[in-house]
């Protein structure tokens, strides 16, 4: 049972719009900097997302994120066939002195 | 480039130890840390803890502590990562991470697979 709350599949036809939601709680989510990694069958995981909403260079921009109180949110718009990957919320928990991560969201493109 | 080279796969027995390393190289080693995160096959990340380069100081999950240490060697730009007393539950992969001060995790290992079996 993961710490973080995210749906374990979503799915949408290539050119749609996903959003992938991470629950948490006010001392994760709410407190502390969320990041997002993608993760393709048996590869490393991979970082989209920092600091709640900044993209590394290397990344294009259809992937965004925000965050909202106990909540964050990926978007990954203009949906592509290379976008069929699993994807992790994490972030600090203050309260368990620990790192935590989502369960996992599995992104396929129909 | 940064890049994480992680050390082969293991097989070990049930309540041995196992050592994986993490050589890097791109950036000063000592500048940022370096947490270790694994995964169950088929199932999610577990973060198993993170030891800041630049002093040695190590945080470890509560799942973990007692029976995990890490340590860096400067002089070769390379971590290290200790697990004792395993199980078959310890049977994963396991990645190391560049850990930044602003809390994530920007460049990754290849993985390092585990495999605890009789």
């Known amino acids: 049972q993961s710490v973080l709350t995210q749906a374990p599949s979503m799915s949408a036809a290539p050119g749609q719009r996903v959003t992938i939601s991470c629950s948490g709680t006010?001392?994760?989510?709410?407190?502390?900097?969320v990041s997002w990694y993608q993760q393709f069958p048996g590869a490393a995981p991979k970082l989209l997302i920092y600091?709640?909403?900044k993209r590394p260079s290397e990344i294009p921009d259809r992937f965004s994120a925000s965050k909202s109180g106990t909540s964050a949110t990926l978007d990954i718009t203009g949906l592509q066939t290379g976008d069929e990957a699993e994807y992790f919320c994490?972030?600090?928990?203050?309260?368990?002195?620990?790192?935590?991560f989502g369960g996992g969201t599995q992104v396929t493109v129909l | 480039q940064v890049q994480l080279v992680q050390s082969g796969a293991e097989v070990k027995k049930p309540g041995d130890s196992v050592r994986v390393s993490c050589k890097a190289s791109?950036?000063?080693?000592?500048?940022?840390?370096i947490s270790w995160v694994r995964q169950v096959p088929g199932q999610g990340l577990e973060w198993v803890g993170w030891i800041a380069a630049y002093n040695d100081k190590a945080d470890y999950g509560r799942r973990f502590q007692g029976r995990v240490t890490m340590n860096t060697d400067t002089a070769t730009s390379t971590a290290y990562m200790e697990l004792r007393g395993l199980t078959s539950d310890d049977t994963a992969v396991y990645y190391c991470?560049?850990?930044?001060?602003?809390?994530?995790?920007?460049?990754w290992g290849q993985g390092t697979v585990v495999t605890v079996s009789p």
């Open positions: 006010n001392s994760n989510v709410g407190k502390n900097f």
């Open positions: 791109g950036y000063i080693f000592t500048s940022v840390g």
């Open positions: 600091e709640n909403n």
């Open positions: 991470a560049r850990w930044l001060v602003t809390d994530h995790f920007d460049f």
């Open positions: 994490g972030v600090r928990d203050s309260s368990l002195a620990s790192w935590v």
